[in-house]
C-alpha cells in the first residue's frame, strides 16, 4: 500500500526530476515526510499549501540547495544523493552532480538579484555563460528581452521595482539553460499591482515548455497553467492531481478546508 497520492510514478525517460521518499527534519520537527514526486518535461506543478507546510524545503530539497535526510532526488537518471545499487551504495561522481545542478534555475520569493551588479551583469553570472564573454552578453541581452526589460539591462537592481526585479530575476534563472525552474512564491512579496507582470511572464514560459514547480498561493494562476497541483499540507502531499481535481473537487477534507480559508 502505498501512503503518497501521487499517482502513477513512473520512469518515463521524459522524467525531468525524480523524488523517492524524501525526509527532512530540523531537530525533532519533521518538515517532510514520504514525498514521492515525478515532474515530467514540460509539466508545470504548483504546490499549494498553509504557511509551514513544507513547500520552501521541498524546493529546496528538489534543488539540492538542501539534503534530505533520508530518500533521494533524481536528475534525469542521475541520483544526486546516495541511493542503493546491487546492494551497495552509490553517488554519482561530484562534477556530474554539479553539471546537473546548474541546470536547475531556482527563482526566490525576494529576488535575491547582486545589488553591486547592474541587471545585465546579473543576468551574465550564470554558470552556464561562463567562458564564452561576447555569446554571455548576446544570450543575456536575448533574456532580458524575453521579459521586457531589455532597456534595464544597465540599470541597477534598487532602481526597478519588486516586478521587474523578479522578471531579472527570471531571466537570470533561464541563462542556466534550465532543464527545469523552480519557484517559490515568486509573487509573495510584490505589490499587488506588480503581480500580475510577473505571473504574465511565468505564463508565458509554461507556454514554450519548460518545465516549472511553482509554490504559489495564486490559485487563478494554478488553474490556468497548472498541469499538477499538489496539496502540502504538515509535511505530507494530501492531495494531488489536475487543477480541476484538487482546486475544484477536492477530496480531503484538509485540502477544501485550506481552499475555502483563501478564497
Ligand atoms: P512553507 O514554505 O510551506 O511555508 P517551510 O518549508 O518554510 O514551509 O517550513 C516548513 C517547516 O519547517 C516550518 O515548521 C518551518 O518552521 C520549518 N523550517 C524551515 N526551514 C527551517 C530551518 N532552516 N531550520 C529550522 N526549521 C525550519
Ligand atoms: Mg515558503
Given at each position: 500500500?502505498?501512503?503518497?497520492?501521487v499517482?502513477?510514478?513512473?520512469n518515463?525517460k521524459?522524467?525531468?526530476?525524480?523524488a523517492?521518499?524524501l525526509?527532512?527534519?530540523?531537530?525533532?520537527?519533521?518538515?517532510?515526510?514520504?514525498?514521492d514526486?515525478d515532474i515530467?518535461?514540460?509539466?508545470?506543478?504548483c504546490?499549494?499549501?498553509?504557511?509551514?507546510?513544507?513547500k520552501?524545503?521541498l524546493?529546496?530539497?528538489?534543488?539540492?540547495?538542501?539534503?534530505p535526510d533520508?530518500?533521494?532526488?533524481?536528475?534525469?537518471?542521475?541520483?544526486l544523493?546516495?541511493?542503493e545499487?546491487?546492494?551497495?551504495?552509490y553517488?554519482?561522481?561530484?562534477?556530474?552532480?554539479?553539471?546537473q545542478r546548474d541546470?536547475?534555475?531556482?527563482v526566490?520569493?525576494?529576488?535575491n538579484l547582486?545589488?553591486?551588479?547592474?541587471?545585465?551583469?546579473?543576468?551574465?553570472?550564470a554558470p552556464r555563460?561562463?567562458?564564452q564573454?561576447?555569446?554571455?552578453?548576446?544570450?543575456?541581452?536575448a533574456?532580458?528581452?524575453r521579459?521586457?526589460?531589455?532597456?534595464k539591462?544597465?540599470a541597477?537592481p534598487?532602481?526597478l521595482?519588486?516586478?521587474?526585479?523578479?522578471?531579472v530575476?527570471?531571466?537570470?534563472?533561464?541563462?542556466?539553460?534550465?532543464?527545469?525552474i523552480?519557484?517559490d512564491?515568486?509573487t509573495?512579496a510584490l505589490d499587488p499591482e506588480?503581480v500580475n507582470e510577473v505571473?504574465a511572464?511565468?505564463t508565458d514560459?509554461?507556454a514554450t515548455?519548460?518545465?516549472?514547480?511553482v509554490?504559489?498561493h495564486?490559485m487563478?494562476?494554478a488553474?490556468?497553467v497548472?498541469?499538477?497541483?499538489?496539496f502540502l499540507?504538515?509535511g505530507?502531499?494530501?492531495?494531488y492531481?489536475?487543477?480541476?481535481?484538487?482546486?475544484d473537487?477536492?477530496?480531503?477534507p484538509r485540502?477544501?478546508?485550506?481552499?475555502?480559508?483563501?478564497?
Amino acid at each position: 500500500m502505498s501512503e503518497s497520492p501521487v499517482p502513477a510514478l513512473n520512469n518515463k525517460k521524459s522524467t525531468v526530476l525524480r523524488a523517492r521518499r524524501l525526509q527532512k527534519r530540523y531537530d525533532d520537527n519533521i518538515v517532510l515526510q514520504h514525498i514521492d514526486l515525478d515532474i515530467v518535461e514540460g509539466e508545470v506543478l504548483c504546490l499549494i499549501g498553509p504557511s509551514g507546510s513544507g513547500k520552501s524545503t521541498l524546493l529546496r530539497l528538489l534543488a539540492t540547495l538542501e539534503s534530505p535526510d533520508s530518500g533521494v532526488v533524481f536528475f534525469h537518471d542521475t541520483p544526486l544523493g546516495i541511493v542503493e545499487r546491487g546492494g551497495n551504495l552509490y553517488t554519482a561522481p561530484e562534477k556530474i552532480i554539479r553539471q546537473q545542478r546548474d541546470r536547475i534555475g531556482f527563482v526566490f520569493q525576494q529576488f535575491n538579484l547582486f545589488p553591486h551588479l547592474t541587471v545585465l551583469q546579473n543576468v551574465m553570472l550564470a554558470p552556464r555563460l561562463q567562458g564564452q564573454r561576447g555569446k554571455a552578453e548576446d544570450k543575456a541581452r536575448a533574456l532580458l528581452e524575453r521579459v521586457g526589460l531589455a532597456h534595464k539591462a544597465d540599470a541597477w537592481p534598487a532602481s526597478l521595482s519588486g516586478g521587474q526585479q523578479q522578471r531579472v530575476a527570471i531571466a537570470r534563472a533561464l541563462a542556466r539553460d534550465p532543464a527545469l525552474i523552480l519557484f517559490d512564491e515568486p509573487t509573495s512579496a510584490l505589490d499587488p499591482e506588480l503581480v500580475n507582470e510577473v505571473l504574465a511572464v511565468m505564463t508565458d514560459l509554461a507556454a514554450t515548455g519548460i518545465t516549472m514547480v511553482v509554490a504559489t498561493h495564486e490559485m487563478q494562476f494554478a488553474r490556468r497553467v497548472a498541469s499538477n497541483v499538489a496539496f502540502l499540507d504538515k509535511g505530507h502531499i494530501v492531495e494531488y492531481g489536475s487543477p480541476q481535481q484538487v482546486l475544484d473537487a477536492p477530496q480531503q477534507p484538509r485540502t477544501r478546508a485550506f481552499l475555502q480559508q483563501i478564497s
